[in-house]
């Protein structure tokens, strides 16, 4: 695979939180257990996949919920640290995170109510094996 093309996974993970709800004076032991949740379900969507490692990477998110746009970002947020965190990717600044995109689900689109369609486009991807 060549460092233009790409491997894309895509998945559906239910809403997390709104990112009002995060941070609207929420101590730092209600926000890490949000994450710590999401987590979880990121885990159970990762676990169906063989370990990969990919150079650099973005995010397309398509949202059924209640939420403003800017309030599912919180998404992408748990997702990429899920990535660096757990060595699928270096790291998660600018030079491997090329660009995220969030919409609405069209009407008649296949996105059931308060669930969050994401697709990774994974550049320089590499299957690792279990040694």
Do not use: W
């Not at 990112?19 to 609207?24: E, G, P, R, T």
């Not at 059931?112 to 991807?125: A, D, F, H, P, T």
């Amino acid at each position: 695979m060549s460092k233009e093309d790409y491997k894309e996974v895509t998945f559906s993970l239910p809403k997390a939180p709104s990112l009002n709800q995060f941070y609207a004076g929420r101590h730092y032991s209600v926000r890490q257990k949000y994450k710590k949740e999401y987590n979880a379900e990121i885990k159970n969507v990762f676990d169906r996949y063989d370990k990969f490692f990919a150079d650099t990477y973005k995010i397309d998110l398509v949202h059924n919920t209640r939420y403003d746009c800017d309030n599912v970002i919180i998404t992408i947020k748990f997702i990429s640290d899920y990535l660096k965190d757990n060595g699928y990717v270096t790291d998660d600044s600018k030079k491997y995170f090329k660009s995220l995109s969030i919409r609405v689900a069209d009407d008649g689109e296949d996105v059931e109510k308060n669930e969050i369609l994401v697709s990774l486009k994974l550049y320089g991807y590499e299957e690792l094996s279990d040694l």
